[in-house]
């Protein structure tokens, strides 16, 4: 866990290939808490295709028992990172036991333990910490492994091959790394179901959870059937082994891992019931069983020669379980969602000191690199290339990657190159969205004379660390030109741009037409283009595009929110009217409405106004956000209980996308109404909901209207027994805390009994929702920092990975005032000062700073 400075980067340019192959690996586990023995078999041979023999197996506190080599026992140079041996010129087989302590491994990587039960992460570098082995992904192999325990469930990777008595034996027959291994054991209950494959295999369904959580499986459940199929008829992909397992378990670093045949879930990220679970948890639940499924073809099937492929299999299912929801859900709204999400997570990233490339070229900690540019942007850069080729050309490509690929690790010249011979296009120059870093920002020039209307884009990337010379990217803009009166004479068209600057000539209109620029946001970049508040007004009314029409409410409500903030200027009739025509429009799906009826996160306009050489002043964009709302709720006084009676779900609750958008519109209302009822209605429906949603929709708004101490206290009376339930209730305090308030809350919280440090989503939730409330962070007096500081330090023995992701928080500290900004640095150092600081933590603060 601890590595002494200074710290090993790791090069792309520098890859070599593993000296040995592997035939096959078997493993077994003696299951003890303090001292479980792990012995191994595995048989090697020299690989022809590589230049460096040297047999080195990595392994980190491991306490190696004994070796042997073809039966002889050899006593290795051991170090902190692995062991090095001599070995025959020939084909051998290696055997060794070692003895690690699953109980005490806080880290959560490798064999670890949580609630009573064994479970492993191995993804990206844990499997060193089972046994000796050469743990890169190039190296695949098949595994048998034979468990030994008396906990009645016994579970790995593959197909069962034996039970009896105290033991378990599983075989996988689909090579693999040994990222992918797992292993759970533990007192389970089962959900079981069954799927047929288009070719008729049978497949056994299980969902392996605690006793007390049988009644959250079935939503999972179905979600995983209709990845199945979903993946047969759209990408022509079949499940390929007997069974397919997954677990929740309660201690878990990510949302979930896709292990061959063994999915390992955080158990926030698959129970769900009615009761406990919001409708934004039931999608995200549906998204990530997607795509764990989905990773057993982009990723296990096909997996990435080394880590800096990590986009070759993150971005493509990320691609692949978006077109999914948009399948499963409205297309639109998911877009929308995910626009958010890039712009709150990805932009700020790449913007930033930690900018990286879609295909990272160094690091020091790879789990470092689990980012929202390799996953978001990941998929943003597939999504442009099936735009460029088209769906059809796509869909070749993909098979023919399937075909070629299969069973082997990849780069991501592998996998453009099968675009390149599917479609025969260069791909050359599109390259450069997964080599160079940065977000482009695009800026339009526009000419109109004798029918001819000419639009000429710009695009220029700011210089980083990476790149100090960012060269033009392919950018696919999809453009479409709507008439004065509203009617749309160019329909959606794309421009391919390829230059730093290129104009787009349309010819023969009859008047000045007003352009809708980069529908469904066609690639991921920054659109500066100066434009008046009528022509956004229009667009918001107009645009037959769901994606610009939504994004020109946002751009209104954003240009409002900075004149307020650096002029004080008062709320734009121009938004409020657009907003009020929106929400009357019954015409519009509910759930499009209630995102054209948020507002841009302080976070984002903190980000615009920076973007504009303005210091942005935490408390002032909260003081306008605050008055902006209070506008909205006045001038729209009188259509509230309507909209919010109108969309009311009668019956029992479903998580489907049409009961959740309605719910979405009527608590977006609900918020609103609060400010003028003082939370009356709020409360009213807090203590009638039969669903989380409802309830937890409700609490928010009796947070905000700082009367929540009731339902505070009635809250954790309901649920203190449910641990995703409590998660919330201690999230939704600091997040709706007023600024000044945020990190006492946050504090106190911390000293609640149910406070675990141990417990990533507790963690996260305290002071993870710490960071997600701006103002409250950002507290000029630093109070903020200095908090997350104190808990990032404590958790950074125990969890280093999770402390270096919650490092991020700090990442936009040099937008910030000097007072600010002193504060930040000084936390940061503080932490950079603690004695053994992790390698991950110590990596990310250091990027952070410079
Ligand atoms: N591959 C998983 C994410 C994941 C990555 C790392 C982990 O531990 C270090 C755990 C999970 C996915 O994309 O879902
Ligand atoms: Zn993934």
Redesign the pocket.
Known sequence: MKDAAPQETIHLSEYTPFGFLIDAVHLTFDLSPNATRVKSRIDFRPNPDATDSTFFLHGEKLTLIEARIDGTPVTPDITDTGLTCTVPDAPFTWEAEVEIDPANNTAL?GLYMSGGMYCT?C??E?FRKITYYPDRPDVMATFTVRINSNMPVLLSNGNPAGEGDGWAEWHDPWPKPAYLFALVAGHLVNHPDHFTTASGREVTLNIWVREGDAHKCAFGMEALKRSMTWDEEVYGREYDLDVFNIVAVDDF??????NKGLNIFNSAAVLASPETATDGNFERIEA?IA??YF?NWT?NRITCRDWFQLCLK?GL?VFRDAQFTADMRSAPVKRIGDVIDLRARQFPEDQGPLSHPVRPDRYQEI?NF?TATV?EKGAEVISMLKRLVGDDAYKNALDLYFDRHDGQACTIEDWLQVFEDATERDLTQFKRWYTQSGTPHLTVAEDWADGTYTLTFTQSTPPDANQSDKLPQVLPIAVGLLSPNGDETVPTTLLEMTEATQSFTFDGLSSRPVPSILRDFSAPVVLDRESSASEQAFLLAHDTDPFTRWDAGRNLARDTLIAMVTEGAAPQGAYLDGLAAVLRDTSLDPAYRALILALPSASELAQALDARGTVPDPDAIHDAQETLRQTLAEKLQDALPGLYAAHQVDGPYSPDAASAGHRSLANAVLSLITRLDSGAQAQTQFDGADNMTQQLAAFGCLLQAKRGEDAIAAFYDQWQADRLVIDKWFSMQVIFAAPDAAASTAAALTRHPDFDVKNPNRFRATLGGLAMNHAGFHRADGSGYALLADWLITLDDLNP?TTARMCAAFQTWARYDEGRKAHARAQMERILAKPDLSRDTSEMITRILK
């Open positions: 990587e992460q993804e990206a844990g670093n990510m949302g979930a891992m896709e990530i795509h764990e990773h990723g993150e299912t789990n689990y996953y990975q």
